[in-house]
């Protein structure tokens, strides 16, 4: 762990910037490649943009299609190894050839990607598929930016040639409650496992944070007692300390607002801050260091999904082994956050 924080303490945190002493803005598409390389950047000073802006350099994973002009994903990991920044153009990728247009794409209308058709189809999964067939559901993912297309584009996308290639019978209701903040982040946490680079938290942000969910609606998010509304506490925590009653929507609001800090003060996207969250088990000062420098406060790894599997096995050895990996404390603290 010394060996790591010292590590830590010797890079430079001006690494990421240029010549005048502005910080280096970069933009990476949302994914597990931006989760790993968001600390590095912003540990060495730079900048994370959430939309693609002039002037910020286009980052891309070797091998994947990138426009003229982008830079390799690699330029970051060799800039934090070496400890000084490097010159851009070693790094630059080959600009892909045009993709040609499908035969039975409208004249001047866009085509949908197949990650474009996946992350339709996540969203609707994860909001009900009762709502596709309104306007409610798809004008929020068009103020989300879920893909290029407008809502009226997406709504036809999924109801004409989405829906039909499902083969399932349709879902006549809705979900009556919602699932909370967390357990719709932690949707998230198990899909970025599997490669998922599309949040579907945002929705769930965005409807508690608007004062229009019910009563029903909140019971099942964070619940806490007034020294817990500033924070994601765990349940271990909440139970060394007198319980007492604050609203649900007052301890939402609160979260929303840590996050929506964290997103300002790290340029991070919804995504990655929810990660960030998951992975330090909700702990908010642990979170805040974890995004600082990519490393836990306490010099322990962070939890993967596979951990959470492994945790939820009653196995003496599985256990004794998370507790080696983790420490006692840390485990503790797991499996309350896990049951909150």
Not at 23 to 48: D, S
Not at 106 to 111: H, T
Not at 123 to 152: C, I, N, P, Y
Request: glycine fraction near 8%.
């Amino acid at each position: 762990m010394a060996e790591r924080e010292g590590a830590a303490a010797a890079r430079s945190r001006s690494l990421f910037l240029w010549e005048d002493g502005s910080p280096m803005r970069f933009y990476v598409r949302p994914g597990l490649a931006k989760l790993r390389l968001a600390p590095l950047v912003l540990a060495g000073g730079g900048r994370l943009c959430r939309v693609q802006e002039p002037g910020a350099v286009l980052l891309a994973q070797p091998g994947e299609p990138a426009p003229g002009g982008a830079v390799s994903t690699e330029y970051v990991t060799e800039c934090v190894e070496r400890n000084r920044r490097l010159p851009l153009e070693p790094f630059r990728l080959p600009a892909a050839p045009p993709a040609a247009l499908p035969a039975a794409a409208p004249r001047g209308r866009l085509a949908f990607t197949e990650a474009e058709d996946a992350a339709l189809l996540r969203a609707v999964r994860g909001r009900g598929e009762a709502r596709a067939s309104g306007q409610a559901l798809w004008k929020e993912l068009e103020r989300a930016g879920l893909t290029r297309h407008s809502w009226q584009a997406m709504r036809d996308r999924y109801l004409r040639h989405l829906r039909p290639l499902l083969g399932e019978p349709r879902r006549t209701e809705e979900p009556a409650q919602s699932t909370g903040l967390f357990e719709a982040a932690n949707r998230e946490f198990e899909s970025t496992e599997s490669g998922s680079d599309t949040s579907d938290v945002s929705e769930e942000l965005s409807t508690q944070d608007g004062g229009g969910e019910s009563p029903g609606e909140t019971e099942s998010g964070l619940k806490a007692g007034p020294e817990d509304c500033a924070l994601p506490d765990t349940q271990l925590q909440r139970e060394e300390r007198p319980t007492s009653t604050c609203s649900s929507s007052s301890v939402v609001g609160e979260v929303v607002k840590t996050m929506q800090h964290f997103m300002e003060k790290f340029g991070m996207d919804l995504f990655t801050v929810t990660q960030a969250f998951l992975k330090n088990t909700g702990e908010v000062e642990t979170t805040l260091y974890f995004l600082q420098t990519g490393e836990r406060l306490d010099g322990y790894p962070v939890w993967s999904r596979e951990d959470d599997l492994e945790l939820q096995k009653d196995d003496e050895r599985v256990r004794n082994k998370l507790i080696a990996k983790f420490g006692a404390e840390n485990v503790a603290k797991r499996v309350a956050f896990r049951k909150s």
